[in-house]
């Protein structure tokens, strides 16, 4: 059993988790300064595999929030069948995905080693806050695209090509996505909504991806204790994820993007002037 601060820690963690997935603020920017003002005491190998896998927690809530509009098994006049608008749905989502799962896939590693530091953090929060302003203070892309039905495969691809962006830590993947497709002509809740669908294979291929690869080195060798504060984090992201994407989603009926820009600028100068201050 891990000891009453630690869980509380993993709480703090999951929150965390649960708001900056989704918005378009960062999760791995926030992560990076979390970890530093508060350490889990755990393994540095076991501290990356927890910061992947509460993403599963995070994308249990996407999955149950819409899962009759992602689910393809139909009931119709008593009988399933497979329906074809979201199998049409799907289509578009592998097509998004698939830029990002060929990139990351092979260079996964490498951008690790070589971007995830403090100040390539800080540089990207700082430039996507700025693009965010820019886009739509300047009402930037035609939001011709009004449901996520009217999207079509260009588009999804388009917003795919978007997504490449998120390998650069900082950048946000709901940033990119939700920036990208409000420059190719999505309306905010279009492409806020489609960012979350593209988010399920993503953070599941993610999460596994980096469970595979702590066997491969560690072996299943879990105690109870981190067996307890995966599950406590998880959990916690999922609640916290849920409120999130609720109140996005009604958020941006009536406002914009914008002040999340702000906010990344703002962050982004803290992370910069925290880790030059302690160097």
Not at 47 to 52: D, H, I, Q, R
Not at 82 to 95: F, Q, S
Not at 255 to 271: C, D, E, K, N, S
């Amino acid at each position: 059993m891990p000891a009453f601060l630690e869980l509380l820690k993993a709480v703090l963690f999951g929150i965390v988790e649960g708001v900056t997935e989704w918005l378009p603020i960062s999760s791995t920017g926030h992560m990076i300064l979390l970890d530093e003002l508060i350490h889990l005491d755990v393994s540095a190998e076991f501290y990356k595999l927890f910061e992947v896998v509460i993403q599963l927690g995070a994308i249990l809530a996407v999955i149950l929030l819409y899962f009759d509009r992602i689910w393809p098994i139909k009931k119709k006049d008593g009988v399933l069948t497979l329906d074809r608008a979201t199998l049409d749905l799907w289509g578009k989502i592998i097509v998004a995905c698939l830029p990002a799962a060929v990139i990351g896939i092979l260079f996964n590693d490498w951008m690790e080693e070589h971007f995830f530091t403090p100040e390539v953090v800080a540089i990207t929060l700082i430039a996507y806050g700025f693009l965010f302003a820019i886009i739509e203070n300047y009402n930037l892309g035609s939001r011709s695209v009004k449901t996520v039905e009217d999207i079509s495969y260009r588009k999804a691809f388009e917003v795919g090509v978007f997504q490449l962006f998120s390998l650069v830590p900082g950048t946000s993947r709901s940033g990119s996505t939700i920036m990208g497709g409000l420059l190719i002509g999505l309306e905010r809740s279009v492409a806020a909504e489609f960012t979350f669908y593209l988010a399920i294979p993503v953070m599941i291929g993610a999460s596994l991806l980096k469970l595979v690869k702590y066997i491969m080195r560690m072996g299943f060798t879990f105690n109870s204790s981190e067996l307890i504060l995966l599950a406590v984090g998880s959990l916690v992201a999922f609640v916290v994820s849920i409120l999130v994407i609720r109140f996005l989603m009604s958020y941006i009926k009536k406002h914009t993007f914008v002040p999340f820009g702000y906010y990344r600028i703002a962050l982004g100068m803290v992370v910069l002037i925290y880790f030059k201050l302690l160097n």
